[in-house]
């Protein structure tokens, strides 16, 4: 089965930024719904951005002004550039694609690590 391949995780100082990929073969992103969730240890997974195939966009409370998702169609990615992390956002973030045949393909997960 195609799943969707996140990257860019890693450990970050607070205050800094870090970039995450989602790519997934087979599928053309620019028809897809794009979700990134943030799952906190020993906590439920949430969704902090979205994008739909249409480009609208939304993001949850706590990351609003901080993250950013974007969609490179030339790349067949999409992306969650993150700023101003904090301790708070650390976790596993999942990228969840929503294809036009429908369903939901999630990946694997990439582990953000915000700590001083």
């Known amino acids: 089965q195609v799943r969707p391949v996140e990257s860019g995780g890693g450990l970050v100082q607070p205050g800094g930024s870090l970039t995450l990929s989602c790519e997934v073969s087979s599928i053309d992103l620019r028809f897809s719904g794009i979700g990134w969730y943030w799952q906190p240890p020993g906590k439920q997974r949430e969704r902090v951005a979205f994008?739909?195939?249409?480009?609208?966009?939304s993001y949850a409370d706590s990351v609003k002004g901080r993250f950013t998702i974007s969609r490179d169609n030339a790349k067949n990615t999409v992306y969650l550039r993150m700023n101003s992390l904090k301790l708070e956002d650390t976790g596993v973030y999942y990228c969840?694609?929503?294809?036009?045949?429908?369903?939901?393909?999630w990946g694997q997960g990439t582990q953000v690590t915000v700590s001083s």
């Open positions: 969840d694609v929503r294809p036009p045949s429908g369903g939901d393909l």
């Open positions: 994008i739909s195939s249409l480009g609208t966009i």
